[in-house]
């Protein structure tokens, strides 16, 4: 490698540690902690807004629209810290089948 160009991976992992490594591994000094906690609360409210933002744009493909009976619908934001923040979500739906055969019988 060139002398002259500085070695990007390991100042990527550098400023990863940095923003997303736990309070324990991180290097000691009330200063440091506290610009740590400031970063990484800057960047989990950035996330929210993402998330936010990302569920506006999906949401008339969240909940499919040839889907019937639905009882129950979940949405579960996760922002962990060494992965990608997750959008997880689900549908419940009564079984249409059984409905349909109860409601024949009561007729």
């Keep these: 490698m060139d002398k002259g160009v500085p070695d990007i991976a390991s100042k990527v992992n550098v400023l990863r540690l940095e923003e997303t490594a736990p309070f324990h591994q ?3 000094g009330e200063k440091h902690m506290e610009t740590s906690n400031k970063r990484y609360r800057e960047k989990l409210v ?3 807004k993402d998330a936010g933002e990302e569920l506006i744009k999906r949401s008339d493909t969240l909940v ?11 949405i579960t934001l ?9 959008i997880t979500f689900s549908t419940s739906v009564v079984n249409k089948t059984a409905c349909d055969r109860l409601c024949k019988k009561e007729v």
């Design 26 to 28: 991180l290097p000691k």
């Design 46 to 48: 950035q996330q929210i």
């Design 64 to 74: 499919h629209p040839d889907l019937e009976l639905i009882t129950d619908f979940d």
């Design 78 to 86: 996760s922002f962990s810290q060494d992965c990608f923040p997750e």
